[in-house]
């Protein structure tokens, strides 16, 4: 087993869950203000959230390759593919969390997909010795 894949997959996995969270928080606060601005009139801060939305879904999986693939690692394919669906679904069931003044994800729940996204790391394809 390599040890350094998961250490690398660690750091991966930090760095793109920081990434899109800080992205969804800074958008929903975005679209909080462009509501603000409006008055609260129907429909108002609905593109920017909804573009924050996919923009974080988005935007996982490719960190999350990118990050792998500039530490040197190869055959991601299992974590950009589940970690990308497991992040759409965590950040879409705490969606009302992140999207409150100063929320976010709870800990728990990003301790449990980061130690996911670890072990998916170390799943690599190749040759078992």
């Not at 601005?37 to 593109?47: I, L, V």
């Not at 390759?65 to 970690?83: I, Y």
């Not at 800990?107 to 670890?118: Q, S």
Request: neutral net charge; charged residues 15%.
């Amino acid at each position: 087993m390599r040890y350094v894949r998961f250490v690398k997959g660690a750091v991966t996995v930090v760095v793109a869950t920081a990434a899109c969270h800080a992205l969804m928080s800074v958008g929903f606060a975005w679209a909080r203000d462009r509501a603000d601005q409006s008055g609260d009139s129907m429909f108002s801060g609905a593109f920017e959230f909804l573009l924050t939305t996919a923009a974080s879904w988005a935007l996982m999986p490719v960190l999350l390759w990118v990050g792998m693939r500039m530490t040197g690692e190869a055959g991601n394919t299992v974590l950009v593919a589940v970690g990308g669906l497991v992040w759409l679904g965590l950040s879409g069931y705490f969606i009302d969390d992140i999207d409150r003044a100063g929320g976010h994800i709870p800990i728990l729940a990003l301790a449990a997909y980061l130690l996911l996204g670890t072990g998916l790391a170390g799943a690599a394809p190749g040759r078992r010795t």
